[in-house]
């Protein structure tokens, strides 16, 4: 890295340097056995340079090849893409513990293993199809750049997966569970998927209307995506935001609060700098219902005379390989704050409902508006606090804004989800198309 710092710093006004590599490890049940084990070791980096306000960026994975990855950095100036921002020079704030020694003595077997106990323990409490899948992840990631930044960070990162598949669909009831090393799945969350699932065996057809919907974290990245999109720097920027003149009024519930908190290192995947280098910190979007403000990366930050934010990721919602993104505003450790209700609380305060435990389609609708339609896959209907079975070809509609205008309580529980980290949340006057 050094090397080519050093080369870069005689062809480029700034240069940055971003590495990864890491080792990986996958396991796959289907059907409550084995089907897949995957193994993968990667290492690579990539290249930022600015030129006359102009950005170049180039990535590889043969580590010799400086020259051509310079080159390449160099050529993709002509491209015309403005970089009015300067890299940071500043280290991070604090140390964080990102990484278990455990995970080293993780091997596929382990997760094979666990993978099998978490099979068995549903199959024994349910009569569908079981799905479960198990993950290690030892990565490490240095960025350096040509202002004198040179920061480094390892990470850990285990988790598993179980699902209870409906029959005749690929619906499932499902859970995820995170640590930094491999620790057995708690029984709670299985037994809170057994519930549930055992309680969709019958089909049901109720009526449409407006009711009450208790979205889980799984269907969580509907309502996510929405608010990620309003809150972010970008979209303002670009005159996208329906939180653009909203700073400090009450959008929301007073019973919803958003943090994205990077530093809280008693979970996996904590950072203490972003992946531009800049240092992250506890930000908090909402706070009662009231909007606090935007989050931003190097470039949107400078476009709209702010101070970053430390949420310039190399990301996409699907997934990507890192090496290959530019950084851009995200929010890598969105949390939306639990509340004090158990799930069987939150089932009980329906009179009429339903249980969305998985969302299809979160990407249509207009986004940039809030605008969401998804199809429920699966949900569970319930009258009178009792779930009364599963609900087929359903649809559940509605405008973020308005949605979480009408939160009625959220659960004690949060849980990883695609998206961050959610709790359920109970929400009402929903749309609910049968």
Known sequence: MEKLLEMAAKAADQAEVYAREGRSSEVVFENAELHDIKGEMASGLSLRVIKGGRLGFAHTRNMKSREELLANALAALGGGVEALFDFPSKPPKAALKTFDPGIEGVSSADLVEECGRLT??????????????????????????????????RASE??????????????????????????????????????????????????????KVLFMPEAMLTLAWRVMHGASARSVYEKVSPLADKVGERVFSPEFTVTDDATDD??????????????????????????????????????????????????????????????????????????????RELVAMMDRGIILCGALGPHSGNIPNGDYSVGVAPGLYVERGEILGRVKDAMVSGNVYETLKNVVALGDTPAPAMGGLFPPLLCDNVSVTC
């Open 266 to 343: 008693l979970r996996p995947g904590a950072r203490p700098f972003d992946d531009e280098g800049v240092s992250t910190e506890r930000l908090v979007l909402v706070e009662k219902g009231v909007f606090k403000g935007f989050y931003n990366d190097l470039n949107y930050a400078k476009k709209l005379g702010e101070q970053p934010t430390g949420h310039g990721y190399r990301t996409a919602m699907w997934g990507g390989d890192p090496l290959e993104l530019k950084p851009f505003p995200w929010l890598s450790h969105l949390r939306f704050e639990p509340g004090k209700k158990t799930l």
């Open 158 to 211: 285990c988790g598993q997966r179980v699902g209870a598949i409906f029959p005749g669909s690929a619906c499932e009831i499902g859970a995820v569970f995170k640590a930094k090393a491999l620790a057995p799945a708690p029984r709670p969350m299985l037994d809170q998927v057994c519930w549930l699932f055992n309680a969709g065996q019958r089909a049901v057809e109720p009526p449409g209307g407006r009711m």
């Open 120 to 153: 068995g323990e549903l199959k024994a409490g349910t009569r569908g199809e079981i799905a479960a899948g198990a993950y290690s992840f030892d990565g490490t990631l240095r960025i350096a750049n040509t202002r004198g930044l040179d920061v480094w960070a």
